[in-house]
């Protein structure tokens, strides 16, 4: 499961590295969580900057509360579960990123948190789906999940999934509506490890409100000082 992400780059980059714009102003995020409002591209407005809350509630359930949102969907039946056929035939999306987290389990109650990037740490994409619902108010919130697949080898080490990342070629024909689901499916496989990097960070961004620089930072896991059990 990918719970958190980081969006380390400015308006600026964003907008040169999706040809997109942007309203209003953006800063970076070191530390993203569920639940909160985060740029998207749609396939409805690939060339304009969407925000979006991180947590989908299917389109066949109305009123659901926060509690009761999916984060992630997985690959293996994105176009089989009633609860996602829909979005992923009509409603894609990209969720830019420029890396993840991950935690390794060391032992029964301690966890070492893991971030990982591109090898150059730009700016890539994760494939996204996304739903629009009504609140209890009666109002129109938009919301959007990652999707996951097998972990490759660099992250297999560390979790049984990873968010796919999809390459600058298929972002387009991801947000296409006229692509094929056999070419879709094609896209949704791991990332190349080869082409990844990933190190410890510290327990830092085990909570949310640490959403500063620091959670990015290398750190040993020798020196992380049992602060595992911070997470989870």
Not at 153 to 158: C, E, F, H, P, S
């Amino acid at each position: 499961m990918c719970e958190r992400y980081s969006l380390n780059k400015s308006k600026t980059e964003l907008e040169e590295r999706f040809q997109a714009e942007m309203l209003g102003d953006f800063k970076p995020r070191y530390n993203i969580a569920p639940t909160q409002l985060l740029p998207v591209l749609t396939s409805e407005s690939p060339k304009g900057f969407s925000f979006f809350y991180w947590g989908i509630t299917p389109d066949f359930a109305k009123n659901k509360p926060v509690s009761q949102k999916l984060i992630n969907a997985r690959v293996e039946t994105i176009n089989q579960k009633i609860s996602f056929k829909s979005s992923f035939e009509k409603r894609r999306c990209l969720i830019p990123a420029d890396g993840f987290f991950e935690w390794k389990r060391i032992g029964k109650k301690t966890k070492t948190p893991y971030r990982f990037t591109l090898l150059d740490e730009g700016l890539f994409s994760f494939a996204g789906i996304w739903e629009e619902f009504e609140n209890e108010k009666g109002e129109l919130n938009h919301t959007f999940l990652i999707l996951t697949t097998e972990p490759n080898g660099l992250v297999k080490d560390v979790y049984e999934r990873m968010p796919v990342i999809l390459t600058k070629e298929n972002e387009k024909k991801w947000l296409d509506p006229y692509t094929s689901e056999e070419d879709l499916l094609k896209m949704l496989k791991p990332y190349q490890a080869a082409e990844m990097l990933s190190y410890s960070v510290s327990p830092l961004v085990n909570q949310v409100l640490n959403d500063t620089p620091s959670v990015l930072k290398k750190t040993s896991p020798t020196d992380q000082f049992g602060n595992y059990t911070l997470f989870g």
